[in-house]
Nanobody, 123 residues
């Protein structure tokens, strides 16, 4: 499975961005997909995840009510709509995919990773 993230950029605080992640290859093996982010000098942290059916989503407390994860299985795409962005949301955002059934928020449970896309929120 290959993942390609896009949609990052520079935005002012309070603005919005939509990240996209295109999956290719053996996508039928994917059970859930997630978004993580990593700011300079910090560990990679969970942002949001969605199961293959799209019926179940999970979010980090820091983004609940502001970010929405969704997927289009027909297009093998996953999206992260980010609204009311804050400077502390600045990070490189990664999409990831898992074949397993482990904890959604643990990076170690993801088998495939995209290359990352930079999101910068100015104050």
């Amino acid at each position: 499975v290959q993942l390609q993230a896009s949609g990052g950029g520079l935005v002012q605080a309070g603005g919005s961005l939509r990240l996209s992640c295109a999956a290719s290859g053996r996508t039928f093996s994917i059970n859930f997909m997630g978004w993580f982010r990593q700011a300079p000098g910090k560990e990679r942290e969970f942002v949001a995840a969605i199961r293959s059916s799209g019926a179940s989503t999970n979010y980090a407390d820091s983004v609940k009510g502001r970010f929405t994860i969704s997927r289009d299985n027909a297009k093998s795409m996953v999206y992260l709509q980010m609204n009311s962005l804050k400077p502390e949301d600045t990070a490189v955002y990664y999409c990831a995919a898992s074949r397993g059934y482990g904890l959604l928020f643990a990076p170690s449970n993801y088998d495939y990773w995209g290359q990352g896309t930079q999101v910068t929120v100015s104050s």
